[in-house]
């Protein structure tokens, strides 16, 4: 009988979790817009080139709070509406092949700010597949941007 190679593991190291979106130890608070649904042009069909779906959109970002949160003023935090503005315009700024684009884009204008530390977004079509509820993506991304 041989015995098992001491160089292979039998099973692979865990990955290190993804980082949470709210974590009172690194001072994120979790800003989030939650099921918005739009109607864009979306698809790689032909037909989808000219007839709107509705899309639902959900995005969840891990913020750093700021030090002194002393102060009841909007321009001190990450305004969900500001948010849900620039991802409707996104989505009325002419066709998108791919979910998978949308969603890249809407963490792309995210992470732009510097508070935004992780993104996680998802993308739905509802109205594609007759006996299914919805179809799409969620992405996480992380900020590359230095620390505000």
């Known amino acids: 009988m041989s015995s098992p ?12 979790a993804s980082p949470r979106i709210a974590d009172a130890e690194q001072g994120l608070r979790h800003v989030f ?11 790689v069909y032909d037909h989808e080139h000219t007839t709107p779906q509705r899309v639902r959109i959900n995005v969840d970002l891990g913020v750093l709070e700021r ?23 996104m989505t009325q700024d002419g066709h998108i092949n791919l979910v998978e684009t949308l969603s890249e884009r809407i963490a792309a204008i995210c992470l732009q700010d510097p508070r935004v530390r992780m993104a996680r977004v998802r993308v739905e079509k509802l ?6 509820a919805a179809v799409g993506v969620e992405i996480e991304r992380i900020s590359t941007l230095p620390l505000p």
């Open 5 to 16: 190679s001491s160089t292979a593991p039998v099973i692979a190291p865990l990955r290190p």
């Open 33 to 43: 817009v939650r099921d918005m649904v739009v109607t864009c042009l979306i698809g």
């Open 67 to 89: 030090i002194s949160m002393s102060g009841d003023s909007l321009d001190q935090v990450v305004c969900y509406e500001q948010i849900a503005n620039r991802v409707r315009a």
């Open 127 to 132: 109205d594609v597949i007759s006996d299914v």
